[in-house]
């Protein structure tokens, strides 16, 4: 659901975030409020934005109305770029998971930059990170069971966007149920079960400040032995 870190992945971002900041006024900033949306689906909307502050989360609908979410960005990520493949309309919505600051960047303007920049290698390899997640999460949809996929998510969530404590990484986006139901692919009270078995097992805890905290290498040791 979220960019793994690579150093190729993390030297783009930080590229065009240089790119960006030596000429700040040249693209129109917006600030999204919690819970609105950047675009939605069916939107003709033709820019790439580059996230400043906060995070994004990615939804598709289904025909039934049900939510599938895509993937999550956050600070440094640039999203909305199935822009430059040509399709007419905005395919997922774009939704601001706290208040959040960001660069539009116009389609024409965007290739532009990568061009006069040298950017355009750095832009692939983060999209080939981003199709390797895709697919990685993709399996698990087919191959693993939901208490698996859980436990995978809040791994990759800790990964990207959590910050290292001596013995743990803590997540400080605050993520609800329904959101992690979203992501795994199933429903909220099944979530609720295991997050309550990781609790219980000591695979994850709540601090003071309700951030969660997920003991990387026990997660990990628990998840080899119910594969």
Same mark, same amino acid.
């Given at each position: 659901?979220? !960019?793994?870190?690579?150093?190729?992945?993390?030297? +783009? #971002? /930080? /590229?065009?975030?240089?790119?960006?900041?030596?000429?700040?006024?040249?693209?129109?900033?917006?600030?999204?409020?919690?819970?609105?949306?950047?675009?939605?689906?069916? *939107?003709?909307? #033709?820019?790439?934005?580059? !996230?400043?502050?906060?995070?994004?989360? &990615?939804?598709?609908?289904? @025909?039934?109305?049900?939510?599938?979410?895509?993937? =999550?960005?956050?600070?440094? *990520?640039? +999203?909305?770029? &199935?822009? &430059?493949?040509?399709?007419?309309?905005?395919?997922?919505?774009? @939704?601001?998971?706290?208040?959040? @600051?960001?660069?539009?960047?116009?389609?024409?303007?965007?290739?532009?930059?990568?061009?006069?920049?040298?950017?355009?290698?750095?832009?692939?390899?983060?999209?080939?990170?981003?199709?390797?997640?895709?697919?990685?999460?993709?399996?698990?949809?087919?191959?693993?069971?939901?208490?698996?996929? =859980?436990?995978?998510?809040?791994?990759?969530?800790?990964?990207?966007?959590?910050? $290292?404590?001596?013995?743990? !990484?803590?997540?400080?986006? $605050?993520?609800?149920?329904?959101?992690?139901?979203?992501?795994?692919?199933?429903?909220?009270?099944? !979530?609720?079960?295991?997050?309550?078995?990781?609790?219980?097992?000591?695979?994850?805890?709540?601090?003071?400040?309700?951030?969660?905290?997920?003991?990387?290498? #026990?997660?990990?040791?628990? =998840?080899?032995?119910?594969?």
């Amino acid at each position: 659901m979220t !960019i793994q870190q690579t150093p190729q992945a993390d030297e +783009f #971002k /930080q /590229q065009l975030r240089d790119s960006l900041q030596r000429e700040p006024v040249i693209f129109r900033s917006l600030k999204i409020a919690r819970h609105a949306n950047v675009y939605t689906a069916g *939107d003709q909307d #033709k820019a790439v934005y580059f !996230i400043e502050s906060g995070q994004i989360k &990615l939804l598709m609908h289904s @025909t039934e109305g049900r939510e599938c979410l895509l993937a =999550l960005h956050s600070a440094g *990520d640039i +999203f909305g770029e &199935l822009c &430059l493949s040509g399709l007419d309309s905005r395919q997922s919505t774009a @939704t601001a998971m706290r208040a959040t @600051t960001l660069k539009q960047i116009p389609e024409t303007q965007f290739f532009a930059r990568l061009s006069r920049d040298s950017l355009f290698e750095g832009f692939v390899r983060y999209l080939a990170v981003r199709i390797a997640d895709q697919q990685h999460v993709i399996a698990n949809l087919v191959t693993a069971d939901s208490e698996q996929r =859980l436990g995978q998510t809040l791994l990759q969530l800790a990964r990207t966007m959590g910050k $290292k404590d001596p013995r743990s !990484i803590r997540i400080e986006l $605050k993520i609800s149920h329904e959101e992690l139901s979203e992501m795994v692919g199933t429903t909220r009270p099944r !979530i609720s079960f295991f997050m309550q078995r990781f609790r219980n097992l000591g695979l994850i805890e709540t601090n003071r400040d309700r951030f969660l905290i997920i003991k990387e290498s #026990k997660l990990n040791d628990y =998840l080899a032995q119910i594969a």
